[in-house]
């Protein structure tokens, strides 16, 4: 069965710089989240969407952005990029039950 | 504060044994979620449960919820080296939507071969 397809896996930026994170969340699914989980941490919810809405919102930097789009799939672009935002960054999604994660996508500031 | 704190942090057992870990939360929920991470990789979703159900089964999972006690716990029964991994609960936020899901700070838990 599909999963949840995020890209890149692996990203390494420069401070400053912008990156921005593609997910592609199970067909159907109407909900997407966004997760930051940092060496060692607990994942934090960033963001989600509901039906293309955003829905709900967590600590998430003014920095960071996110939408999804017609075809349901989510970008999270992360601006002026610092070394704190070095990190896993998770997308996951669901219609009714758990969420289904991606792989993540393993963002290195240097 | 966290809504979920997993306890142990960390446990270490020899295969064959079984592990339990214990989950705690502050508010309302409709469900409680067990995820599974392996080092560096995605959450796996292992079991659901729901406000109404007390006990759920899976393979060698079994997940109790106490309501009453705001507490879930995660038993794996005949652990396996490959268990190996952090365990983490998870619940929605409190309007009952999976719009946010909010997790604990995990269990480590290694099985030894």
């Known amino acids: 069965a599909a999963g949840v397809i995020q890209s890149p896996r692996h990203l390494i930026k420069e401070k400053r710089e912008t990156a921005t994170l593609k997910c592609y969340p199970i067909?159907?699914?109407?909900?997407v989240y966004w997760y930051q989980q940092g060496p060692g941490q607990d994942p934090q919810f960033l963001i989600s969407?509901?039906?293309?809405?955003?829905?709900d919102k967590g600590s998430i930097p003014d920095r960071f952005s996110a939408q999804q789009f017609s075809d349901y799939h989510s970008e999270l672009n992360m601006s002026s990029l610092e070394l704190g935002d070095s990190a896993l960054y998770f997308c996951?999604?669901?219609?009714?039950?758990?969420?289904?994660f991606g792989s993540g996508t393993r963002l290195t500031v240097v | 504060s966290q809504q979920g704190e997993e306890d142990p942090q960390a446990l270490s057992i020899q295969e064959g044994e079984n592990a339990t870990m214990n989950c705690s939360y502050k508010?309302?929920?409709?469900?409680l979620q067990w995820y599974r991470q392996n080092s560096g990789r995605g959450l796996v979703h292992l079991i659901l449960?729901?406000?109404?159900?007390r006990e759920k089964h899976s393979g060698r999972l079994r997940v109790t919820l106490d309501t009453s006690k705001k507490s879930s716990s995660l038993l794996i029964t005949a652990s396996r080296a490959a268990d190996t991994a952090s365990y983490f609960c998870a619940t929605p936020n409190s309007g009952g939507s999976n719009y946010k899901l909010t997790f604990g700070k995990g269990t480590l838990l290694t099985v030894n071969p």
């Open positions: 969407f509901y039906e293309k809405m955003q829905s």
């Open positions: 508010t309302s929920i409709n469900n």
């Open positions: 996951a999604s669901s219609l009714v039950g758990g969420a289904t």
């Open positions: 449960i729901r406000s109404n159900e």
């Open positions: 067909p159907r699914h109407d909900t």
